[in-house]
């Protein structure tokens, strides 16, 4: 049964190379079709007795296995040892009576060489039936080809699935980058690099844990369901529960369950999970996302630098192997210590621009406009300042770099600064212009945490739909007493954007949220 969508070509070594083409199938208007005629081949498989989707497959080897075992065979040698192995075929090579096919599972490449007299007359035609895309299952000896590579060679094999639509070009794979996150499992199946980050994505995750757990911080989950969301300055997700009959909220931020947990005694609590925010979608944007919060009693904001830098160093040695990390044409250096600056004195070092809280309002509004701020008119001083580093200055700085002393205005959950009230003690670890951490030294006191958040209701009264809201059960969690305590948030996505080189957050969010398609 032969694929007309496939055509014949020529691969990188020069074998003639029998490809599927998705792409060229779907500009010529035959992908359903293609995807017909398939059908056809399954009723005739069934109407043989083979079902084109048989229950499991056990394979004893993976694909890398079989490589480490025998990394050095010479040409044209037999093992006589027999593997059983699985995976999807990426490539298939006819030629006469040998056929070669390359498989993939998620250790990694090997080919399969099937020679004609390896099988039965029936075997070999049903071997020869296969397309690219399919999974089969292959028994059979380890052996190395007249020209030295290594395979298998079957001497049974199973159709595991069929492929009822082709996967792209085996050359050219998933470019569009919108199609590479819409089908990612399309993407993973045939770029390399997809399954690269989505690995090193297990390995940060894991290397942050095992960090954490060797400092004695406990992991807990927290409520996703919110009577109130809080935490962070965000619009958050609206939801309705029928029985109770309220109205419920997607958390916008782990931090208040967290800290109702350092009240309670888990004086070292860490939490990885996902957060929500009904905001915009961008290249650093995306409306649900990787949080990791750690809280740690009896710890301040300088704590939780060290805590930072030495975790994401731990983070980058594990998932790529060193703490220098090429990304695009400069090198990310994770290596403890981080350089320390005041937001203050960054406006004047990354930006030129003085700006400070001893200069009036208007003096501050004026110096952001002329340096191409939007600065809306009911911002406070403290506002002007963040806003105008976030807009104009925060994308020049490469560090790693903590950038420390926010004004009190912008940071109602943070502590009042030791040396200057007006400011808090709260830092943001910005790496090749990305906001990357955000940490505190918190806010302990209940009634100056009462008085900040009904600030922000009076914010929200205003107009400000992201401004906290007051949280009455935190509240009353404060007033039973809190430990001094330290505060850590990392945007998880954001780490491996950095680690994997890619600067959209979509390539490491394995399905990012895309507007409806078109039909």
């Known amino acids: 049964m032969e694929d007309k969508n496939e055509v014949t070509g020529l691969g990188p070594d020069g074998d003639q190379v029998e490809e599927s083409d998705s792409s060229e199938a779907q500009a010529a208007g035959g992908l359903a079709a293609l995807i ?17 989707w048989p229950i499991g497959f056990k394979p004893d080897h993976t694909l890398a296995q079989v490589v480490a075992n025998f990394p050095d065979l010479e040409p044209s040698t037999d093992t006589g040892v027999t593997v059983r192995v699985a995976g999807r075929i990426l490539v298939l090579r006819r030629m006469g009576g040998l056929i070669f096919a390359k498989i993939r599972d998620r250790s990694g490449d090997l080919q399969l060489f099937v020679p004609q007299q390896a099988l039965s007359e029936a075997d070999f035609a049903r071997f020869g039936d296969l397309h690219i895309g399919d999974y089969v299952g292959a028994e059979g000896e380890v052996i190395s080809t007249r020209r030295g590579e290594l395979s298998i060679k079957p001497s049974q094999f199973r159709l595991l699935a069929k492929a009822l639509r082709p996967l792209p070009d085996k050359w050219h794979g998933v470019k569009d980058p919108e199609e590479r996150g819409r089908r990612r499992y399309v993407d993973l199946a045939v770029n390399p690099q997809a399954r690269q980050v989505a690995l090193a994505r297990t390995k940060v995750v894991a290397s942050i844990r095992h960090f954490l757990a060797e400092r004695d911080f406990v992991e807990v989950e927290t409520p996703v369901l919110q009577p109130i969301p809080g935490g962070a300055a965000a619009l958050p997700f609206i939801t309705h529960h029928n029985a109770l ?6 958390r916008i931020a782990l931090e208040l369950h967290l800290k109702r947990l350092v009240v309670g005694g888990i004086e070292r609590v860490f939490e990885i999970g996902r ?33 930072t830098e030495s975790m994401v160093h731990a983070a980058a040695v594990s998932a790529t192997g060193s ?19 005041t937001i203050v004195d960054a406006l004047a070092q990354y930006g030129d621009i003085k700006m400070d809280l001893d200069m009036p309002t208007e003096v501050l509004r004026e110096r952001a406009v002329a340096a191409g701020a939007k600065v809306a008119d009911n911002w406070g001083p403290g506002k002007i300042i963040v806003e105008t580093f976030d807009q104009l200055v925060e994308r020049k700085v490469w560090g790693p770099v903590f950038i420390c002393d926010y004004p009190a205005e912008t940071s109602p959950l943070a502590r009042a600064h030791r040396d200057d009230p007006r400011y808090v003690e709260r830092f943001e670890a910005i790496v090749c212009g990305r906001e990357l951490a955000n940490a505190y030294t918190e806010l302990t006191d209940p009634l100056e945490q009462r008085k900040r958040l009904q600030e922000q209701a009076k914010l929200r009264a205003g107009g400000d739909d992201e401004a906290e809201r007051v949280d009455e059960d935190f509240l009353r969690a404060l007033e039973y007493g809190m430990p001094p305590c330290g505060g850590l948030g990392v945007g998880i996505d954001r780490l491996i954007m950095l680690l994997a080189d890619t600067d959209t957050i979509r390539d490491v969010i394995l399905f990012p949220t895309y507007r409806p398609e078109q039909e």
């Open 36 to 52: 017909r005629q398939r059908e056809v081949e399954v009723d005739e498989m069934r109407a043989a007795g083979v079902e084109p």
């Open 245 to 250: 009959d309220i109205d419920l909220y997607l």
């Open 275 to 307: 957060v929500f925010r009904n905001e915009g979608i961008d290249t650093r944007h995306n409306p649900e996302f990787t949080m990791l919060e750690s809280y740690s009693a009896f710890d301040d904001y300088f704590d939780m630098m060290e805590l």
């Open 323 to 341: 703490a220098q990390v090429p990304h695009g044409d400069k090198v990310i250096d994770f290596t403890p210590p981080w350089e320390r600056i």
